[in-house]
């Protein structure tokens, strides 16, 4: 570390941002603006606020405009408000550079509700961004703009425009790999790649910096350029693609390590990559500090940790001697090293990608050469940009193939869960123990980049006879496996029940400590594609990769679009979730919603079992019983003959009511099918029409969840019902107003978790 006074400068460095961090400084997490503006703000969301035009783009259905150095104008007054990410009414592009005045409805960038969900908030922090303007309307804006920054924007969009003449299908992938632009990647596509453990090659990385600069530079040398001049040219070019592909983490670190490579050719110095990392590291933070808690940052450096440090000890520890050997070790390598940050993000890693990335990795070069040349070609004649893009175009149909190849073989991608923060720092120092093992080997190496520099004859390689050498890789492969196995240990010694904010909707799932999982519902009216970005990111954080059941209520989309999602990407191979059954209302007339839910659980593979009052699933010490519909129940009022079931695990009791109204409340009663409960899902998201106070009567519930949206215009939950819950003596949780909530129980006492307060906890009640 002494060696390179700048590794241990950014290691000070981000102690004190995490220390920072931890005494309450807004540094990373929250919103560093002074109070008094964000009281303004939620006091007065209605706002005009002025600000720079950074970037301009159309989506789908609104323009997002990117204001820098804005400011809010009250009193008279400009308070600055840092940058600001706005959705225009109108789709009115407007050029970068640009000072613009806009009014609109300004909201704080929402943050994660359940767990396991993307964090918006730490995202946009990265880019100084705390609050969307939306519904915003162009009051004033200059005439004045920036020709370059706008010239820049222009020719990525005219590199777009060229992809999509001339790669046909691929012209999406193009645009990702070469321009940064993902926004035109269907979720099918990012889905396979991420099951195939190559989505990395859409970033802007080293990768691409190395092929574009470095082939550049050796290019401008080999016409007698001089190192000065052809070293100037390709900084500069590299930094200008940098800003043209949207300047992310990744590009930046690389841009900035091959800053510092040319600079050490052009001055004549030793290029030492891990200072050329730690400068890296120390510029990006010193700008954005909120980059710290990046998974793109982490992953991003982790990666080249991995390279740099972690593959070659491997290598020396395992004796590679081959070519595939070595290039197999540095994969697992950088899987190793960035594999905490991979679970504690997603919750999941491919194992596949191990493998993948040995052929993918020293082809996708060529494929990144293919789309730049078919762009610069195809400003002049798109025939010719659509047969440089040709080469490109194979190794993308190749790779895909691999990935639906790799999506049907089970149990290639591990879903370990999300790590506390004690595992992943177990886990480091297992894999420290293997880098120390190595070093006393190797006494006397260091790595410097990737040339290795003998010190002095005193200190020599140890001699090891065979025996010793394998008892060493035993005692290496013992530490991997034991920090792997540390990382996906997520005991669960009680009954949990989970009810997720999917909004105006229904999603729960229910574990038990012998590892049963069922999810009951899911969907939303208020969210799209909740399946893909509420309810599976939770599951993969708690480490379920596989349902023992989905019990479906009734078919209405607030109940079942996000389980329509999860059954269709389980068809095509898109995720590793599996689920054994699939449960429905047994019903003489199903709804066609109901028809397309059977078949795509026979498309993927899952079991469909009709059930009505009488049946009963037993799960270990779980027990549910189904009190609705009766048989012959006709299904023409959806909500009416949805699925009422009884949940039962030692002494507690809980009872998941669908849509019911009071006409079904009242039947069940008259036909003796309820008792007490100790935990009610509010029925209907707590319509006033449900819930009537002589089922509360009946039922006598210690807690209830009432789930739906903040937002919903049926008036939910109704104030009426409220009291009748509260005067019940009932405690009432909402998703609406504390996120995820999490009821765990012993069969004696069952605690409340609230996912969006501060302690993270609710209370605690003892059943009667």
């Not at 530079?217 to 001049?229: A, D, R, S, V």
Request: a neutral charge; charged letters at 20%; one cysteine or more.
């Amino acid at each position: 570390m002494t060696r390179r006074p700048l590794c241990l400068v950014c290691l000070l460095l981000m102690l004190g941002m995490c220390l920072a961090d931890l005494l309450g400084f807004p540094l990373i997490r929250g919103n560093p603006l002074p109070q008094e503006v964000q009281s303004w703000v939620e006091k007065h969301p209605e706002a005009t606020v002025c600000g720079e035009v950074e970037k301009c783009t159309a989506g789908e259905f609104s323009v997002s405009v990117w204001l820098k150095e804005s400011y809010l104008i009250y009193n008279s007054e400009k308070v600055s408000i840092e940058n600001v990410k706005v959705f225009l009414k109108e789709n009115e592009l407007v050029p970068a550079g640009t000072i613009v005045l806009l009014s609109g409805k300004l909201e704080r960038v929402p943050g994660p509700r359940n767990p396991g969900e993307f964090d918006s908030r730490q995202y946009y922090a990265c880019e100084h961004i705390y609050y969307f303007l939306k519904d915003a309307q162009i009051e004033k804006k200059s005439e004045s703009y920036s020709a370059y920054r706008q010239f820049l924007l222009n020719i990525r969009e005219s590199f777009s425009k060229v992809f999509t003449e001339t790669a046909g299908e691929a012209a999406a992938m193009f645009q990702a790999i070469v321009l940064g632009d993902k926004s035109s990647l269907e979720d099918e596509t990012k889905l396979r790649y991420q099951m195939g453990g190559i989505v990395h090659i859409m970033a802007i990385s080293g990768l691409h910096i190395s092929v574009l600069g470095v082939g550049l530079y050796q290019l401008l040398m080999q016409t007698g350029m001089g190192i000065w001049p052809s070293g100037l040219i390709a900084l500069i070019v590299m930094l200008q693609y940098g800003m043209m592909t949207g300047g992310t983490v990744s590009a930046m670190r690389a841009v900035c390590m091959f800053l510092i490579s040319v600079g050490a050719k052009m001055s004549g110095r030793i290029y030492d990559m891990m200072t050329a990392l730690a400068a890296a590291a120390i510029l990006i933070l010193m700008e954005s500090p909120a980059y710290l808690y990046s998974s793109g940052f982490l992953l991003s450096f982790g990666a080249v940790l991995g390279i740099g440090v972690v593959s070659p000890a491997v290598m020396r520890l395992a004796g590679a001697r081959t070519k595939i050997g070595k290039s197999l070790l540095a994969s697992l390598s950088v899987q190793l090293t960035t594999l905490p940050v991979m679970l504690y993000s997603y919750g999941e890693a491919s194992l596949a990608g191990v493998f993948l990335n040995l052929v993918v990795l020293p082809t996708v070069s060529v494929v990144l050469g293919s789309g730049v040349a078919a762009a610069l070609l195809g400003q002049i004649f798109l025939q010719a940009g659509a047969v440089a893009a040709v080469p490109g175009r194979i190794l993308l149909w190749g790779y895909e193939k691999l990935c639906v190849l790799t999506g049907k073989i089970p149990f290639l991608t591990w879903t370990g869960g999300q790590p506390k923060i004690w595992q992943i720092a177990l886990y480091y120092g297992f894999l420290g123990i293997v880098l120390w093992m190595d070093y006393r080997n190797y006494e006397g190496k260091r790595m410097t980049g990737s040339s290795e520099i003998r010190m002095p004859q005193i200190m020599r390689r140890w001699n090891r006879t065979a025996s010793e050498k394998i008892l060493q890789r035993m005692l290496c492969t013992l530490c991997i496996a034991a920090g792997i196995a540390l990382l996906g240990y997520h005991p669960c010694p009680e009954l949990k029940i989970t009810c997720l904010d999917v909004g105006q909707g229904d999603g729960i799932v229910v574990e038990t400590p012998e590892k049963y999982r069922f999810l009951i519902d899911g969907g939303s009216s208020s969210k799209s594609k909740v399946g893909q970005y509420q309810i599976l990111p939770f599951l993969k954080s708690q480490g379920i990769s596989r349902l023992d059941g989905i019990l479906v209520s009734h078919t209405d989309g607030d109940h079942i679009s996000g389980v329509q999602e999860l059954l269709d990407f389980m068809g095509k191979g898109l995720i590793s979730l599996r689920v054994d059954c699939l449960y429905l209302p047994r019903l003489s007339c199903p709804s066609e919603e109901w028809k397309e839910l059977v078949k795509a659980a026979e498309k993927a593979d899952v079991q469909v079992h009709m059930v009505s009052r009488g049946d009963t699933m037993k799960a270990g010490e779980l027990k549910l019983a189904v009190l609705s519909p009766k048989q012959g129940a006709s299904g023409e009022n959806v909500n009416e003959d949805a699925m009422v079931f009884r949940l039962e695990y030692k002494d507690f009791s809980g009872l998941f009511t669908g849509d019911i109204g009071a006409e079904t409340e009242e039947k069940l009663m008259v036909e003796n099918m309820l008792a007490d409960v100790d935990f009610l899902k509010v029925g209907h998201h707590g319509s006033r029409h449900s819930t009537c106070q002589p089922f509360l009567d009946t039922i006598r519930p210690q807690s209830a969840v009432i789930s739906c949206s903040e937002t919903n215009t049926y008036g939910h939950p109704s104030p009426e019902t409220i009291e009748r819950l509260e005067s019940s003596g009932c405690q009432v949780e909402y998703t609406m107003k504390n996120g995820a909530i999490t009821l765990e129980t012993d069969g004696e006492e069952m605690q409340i978790r609230r996912f969006l307060s501060v302690s993270g906890r609710g209370s605690s009640l003892r059943l009667s």
